[in-house]
């Protein structure tokens, strides 16, 4: 009876440091962190621009970020798209394809734009814009898909960014600025 007593406290014990040891691993290393993206270019590829007697033409962009994944789980996502909005108004759309990151690695995610000049013509600044030179966008992007924590634990998450895109229209050049946050 008495070997009983230790072998039972010994597992209670034990049983209490390992589920001790998961939950400070759960609330510090396994917290999940939002990934850092790092716009690698966004390129101008091609500007083709009538401003009278009606707006028409389009702006083809290039989007490459890099996504540093600094969690311990890997993220799987699904096809989604990213809107492109000028002054508030949706101006273009663009596809991305279902991929996955890595855990504790860095993934490229490349993607075309075409913004249509018909739906930048619609605001009343727009050719102010041009003539000063610089025309400022914004684009969303949400990611849906699941995370995989040495494939033991599995759960849904979503990515969101948002970034600020600036065009430079005489050189031809485009910056973009950008804010992430994670949701499991």
Known sequence: MGKWKICCAVTAVLFIIVVVVL???????????????????????????????????????????????????????????????YRGNLVAEAPIENDSISARAK????????IFAEKLGTDGNFVIDILSGILNFTSSTILHGKVNVFNILKLKASSSSSCNISVLVQNQTAYSVCKIKTRL
């Open 107 to 114: 993934h490229n995610i490349s993607t075309k734009v075409i």
């Open 23 to 85: 939950v400070t691993l759960c609330f510090t290393l396994f917290k999940p962190k939002d990934p850092k993206i790092t716009p690698q270019s966004v390129t101008l590829e091609s500007i083709h621009l009538v401003v009278f007697p009606v707006v028409k033409g389009n702006v083809s962009l290039g989007l490459e970020v890099t996504v540093d994944n600094p969690n311990y789980g890997g993220f799987k996502y699904r096809n989604s798209t990213a809107y492109i909005f």
